[in-house]
């Protein structure tokens, strides 16, 4: 959930740091910190807040050097205060820690510490960490910062990502990583070198990147890095080549992240299609699934596994590979599943999606499949993230950076990514003709273009958000494959704009939320030209009956509605199956401007972040 960066080289490190940290306060942002080591002594410079009261901190109170880490957090142990922000010093300040994760077994390990005499000056998990350091350094460790930080973290629970930083030895910066509570990153460059939870934090730095593993430890300097597990034997990596342009997580003429990557949709449809339809010879190619004929052919199940956005997202692949590929699929929270004991062989497929491809549950969902001897797949939007390297196969979004809290681009590129599986699963298990691929893949290579005409609604959407932006409840309606739209068109409202809103199949209004209806009540109903159209018109009139507000999305063309509903959004048609693309884009544009009518803080709302790599 938090952001780290650090630096050994030759420049200063404090604005490298502060400009990582700034890529990554989407992350976590309620309290920043920075520590430097210069003078013989280790400085550190904390704030509350977000990362311009760190800046500011900085300037009234200068810092440099050529080494330092850097952190931007988001509160698990202890209120978003100065003194819980990282990096954490220890005792004698000696020692210098920034973490990711959580210490499950801290008030353990707190006690015994104290009673043996450290005094701790935060409320978090993560000081036990550095303290241990500075004990194993004085105790078997003989002040080797790496050697001691083995020790250490081998007193740990839980999953952590940490990065070290030592007087005694100034010219390195140790960091581990021990399960999945986000990524490491090691960037090299020339007399450089650069550390990061996340990869846009050094992307303006270098491209050549190498990732930790779990149970591995980095020791990095100036001119040099070397990469061990916990055992203590050296890994042989090598660092791989990032493709990421930094200018696409540039807001550019966008008021707000979010606003920029719902615009960026057309393009980023594109770049998922690209490569991989052979429309010539009606061919879905996914190399980097790593799937035969013989293997598709054996599964007999697909379990698709995510959280939030991503999980909703799932729920539209169910229809795309239950009817192109005539496979059945579940589909689960990455939270839950892993509780259930979940029956799985090697006749099961588990694709687990994800943007960050950080997400704790979603992780602890895929080694659970693995385990288990399922085949393991995902839909991974961040390159060299843990979701895509243990998986058997993946494919990628191809979003690019996805800054915005609340997910957009992420969510239509992993729902074409599965249209894409589906065919390619319904071609390998010979249950598409070459003709049904490409009549699918016609209307795939369309749909970059519908979106941007989707995103021509952005005045009239902006116009409506100024009507309704004061309500405080909102319900959502759809059915079929526009459920999970409804329940994403919520999710987007609230994570944004505060406003509570409510996500139901439009068949289950009658057995109990019609209850929640008045003129107070705005409800979103999506109401295209399908096979369930005339089932939504009549929940749109009991909707209307009750004297609710009622804002359709309908199909051009569509007069009937108008006469039944109070404010017509209409999108361009497409195939019903894709359809959901271009309701979700018009429904980010609705929460977007509530959320900015509201004077909210779309890319960073409250109590969010970016990566969840907490339980
Ligand atoms: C979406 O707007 C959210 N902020 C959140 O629900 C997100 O989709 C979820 O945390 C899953 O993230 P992931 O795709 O990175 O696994």
Not at 270 to 298: C, H
Not at 545 to 550: K, L, P, S
Request: aromatic share 6%; hydrophobic share 40%.
């Amino acid at each position: 959930m938090c952001g780290i960066v650090g630096y050994v080289g030759v420049r200063d490190a404090v604005p490298i740091i502060l400009d990582g940290l700034q890529r990554l306060e989407y992350r976590g942002y309620d309290s920043v910190g920075v520590a430097l080591y210069a003078d013989n002594v280790i400085q550190v410079r904390r704030q509350a807040g977000k990362l311009a009261n760190l800046r500011q901190c900085v300037e009234a109170e200068p810092v440099s050097g050529t080494i330092g880490i850097g952190h931007t957090r988001w509160a698990t142990h202890g209120a978003p205060v100065e003194r819980n922000a990282h990096p954490h010093l220890s005792m004698n300040g000696e020692f210098v820690v920034v973490h990711n994760g959580i210490v499950e077994n801290y008030l353990e390990l707190r006690e015994e510490l104290s009673a043996e005499g450290v005094i701790f000056k935060s409320d978090t998990d993560t000081e036990v960490i550095v303290q241990l350091i500075e004990e194993f350094a004085s105790n078997g460790a003989h002040g080797d910062v790496a050697e001691a930080t083995r020790l250490a973290v081998q007193q740990l629970r839980g999953a952590h990502a940490i990065v070290v930083m030592s007087r005694r030895q100034p010219d390195r910066l140790v960091a581990v990583r021990i399960g999945n509570a986000g990524g490491i990153a090691v960037g090299t460059g020339e007399h450089e070198h650069f550390i990061a939870s996340d990869i846009p934090a050094i992307l303006d730095y270098t491209h050549h990147m190498l990732f930790l593993e779990s149970r591995q430890m980095a020791i990095v300097k100036r001119d040099s890095y070397e990469i061990q597990t916990l055992g203590g034997q050296s890994v042989h990596a090598l660092p791989q080549s990032i493709p990421y342009d930094p200018i696409s997580a540039v807001k550019g003429e966008f008021k707000h992240f979010m606003q920029k990557e719902i615009f960026d949709q057309a393009r980023s449809i594109t770049d998922t299609i690209g490569g991989r339809v052979d429309f010539e010879n009606s061919q879905v190619v996914l190399p980097s699934l790593n799937l035969t004929a013989e293997r598709a052919q054996q599964i007999e199940r697909v379990v698709t596994v995510a959280c939030g956005t991503s999980y909703y997202s799932g729920l539209i692949g169910k229809f795309f590979i239950e009817q192109l590929a005539r496979l059945n699929v579940e589909v689960d929270y990455g939270s839950e599943y892993r509780y259930r004991d979940p029956i799985l062989d090697e006749t099961t497929a588990v694709l687990a999606i994800t943007q960050s491809g950080e997400t704790v549950d979603t992780l602890a969902a895929m080694e659970e499949a693995r385990d288990k001897g399922a085949l393991v797949w995902s839909i991974v939007n961040a390159v060299g993230s843990q979701a895509m390297r243990i998986a058997d196969g993946y494919i990628s979004m191809n979003a690019g950076p996805e800054i915005g809290v609340a997910s957009t681009k992420a969510f239509t590129t992993s729902v074409v990514d599965q249209y894409l599986l589906a065919l390619y699963l319904g071609q390998l298990r010979g249950k598409l003709a070459p003709d049904a691929i490409r009549i699918h893949a016609q209307a795939l290579a369309r749909l970059p273009d519908l979106v941007g005409r989707t995103l021509e609604l952005e005045g009239a959407i902006r116009e409506l958000a100024h009507q309704v932006y004061s309500y405080t409840n909102f319900l959502y309606l759809g059915r079929g494959i526009n459920y999970p739209i409804a329940l994403e068109g919520a999710l987007k409202l609230k994570e944004i704009s505060y406003i509570h809103a409510e996500g139901y199949p439009a068949g289950e209004m009658k057995h109990g939320p019609i209850a929640l209806i008045d003129e107070q009540m705005p409800v979103v109903a999506i109401a295209l030209k399908d096979k369930v159209y005339d089932k939504m018109l009549s929940q749109i009139e009991q909707a209307k009956a009750r004297d609710a507000i009622v804002i359709a999305l309908a199909t051009e063309g569509d007069t009937v509605i108008q006469t039944k509903a109070d404010h017509v959004l209409y999108l361009p048609e497409t195939s019903p199956l894709l359809a959901p693309v271009l309701s979700v884009v018009a429904l980010q544009l609705l929460a977007y401007d509530v959320a900015v009518r509201r004077g909210a803080d779309v890319d960073q709302p409250r109590n969010l972040a970016k990566s969840v790599t907490v339980e």
